[in-house]
T-cell receptor
């Protein structure tokens, strides 16, 4: 079974500083990888996704992530953090549910980002 | 824009009550999901459905059931609510054509006293 590890529970950065959130996955085949963001009191919003091809993917809100197969990682980055980026971030890996046409996601436990003005 | 709505943002129920959480999506999606979210545990899949009247157990189905009578509506049922079911419940939907991209509702924070 697949699994996702987000090693950092909570990260604090200053506004304008760069950001990197770590994600490691365990999956037997080529994974489908995702980053979601959850603002306080809200549902999850998809930031970006990797299926195949270019290992550096661009997402919304200025975020990007890089897939590194050798390290089983899919880290999320942003060059300059804004106060509105304070939220919880979830990495997820997708697994095809064979035969039913449905697709499950396995989520990491999340990294909470705080931004200092 | 895809919209997933959940019937309540906040709900308080008593132990032993039967609880219904409703989820509606307006994009004709085939797949619908129910998760619970707890601090330090992330999101855990309770049940999902890939077609009307079809359902599959997720990772933590015990104490829950689901109903999908119409394509746009997916209900989570707590037959006899217990305090350990106090949690945030998130509904999501997706289409096989947009592989894995799940759209989430705002969540229902359920407190069982």
């Amino acid at each position: 079974a697949q699994s996702v590890t987000q090693p950092d529970i909570h990260i604090t950065v200053s506004e304008g500083a760069s950001l990197e959130l770590r994600c490691n996955y365990s999956y037997g085949a080529t994974p489908y990888l995702f980053w979601y963001v959850q603002s306080p009191g809200q549902g999850l919003q998809l930031l970006l996704k990797y299926f195949s091809g270019d290992t550096l993917v661009q997402g919304i809100k200025g975020f990007e992530a890089e897939f590194k197969r050798s390290q089983s990682s899919f880290n999320l980055r942003k060059p300059s953090v804004h106060w509105s980026d304070a939220a919880e971030y979830f990495c997820a890996v997708g697994d095809a549910y064979s035969g039913a046409g449905s697709y499950q996601l396995t989520f990491g436990k999340g990294t909470k980002l705080s931004v200092i003005p | 824009d895809v919209k997933v709505t959940q019937s309540s943002r906040y709900l308080v129920k008593r132990t032993g009550e039967k609880v219904f959480l409703e989820c509606v999506q307006d994009m004709d999606h085939e797949n619908m999901f129910w998760y619970r979210q707890d601090p330090g545990l992330g999101l855990r899949l309770i049940y999902f459905s890939y077609d009307v009247k079809m359902k599959e157990k997720g990772d933590i189905p015990e104490g829950y059931s689901v109903s999908r009578e119409k394509k746009e509506r997916f209900s989570l049922i707590l037959e006899s609510a217990s305090t350990n079911q106090t949690s945030m419940y998130l509904c999501a939907s997706s289409n096989p054509g947009t592989v894995y991209e799940q759209y989430f509702g705002p969540g229902t924070r359920l407190t069982v006293t």
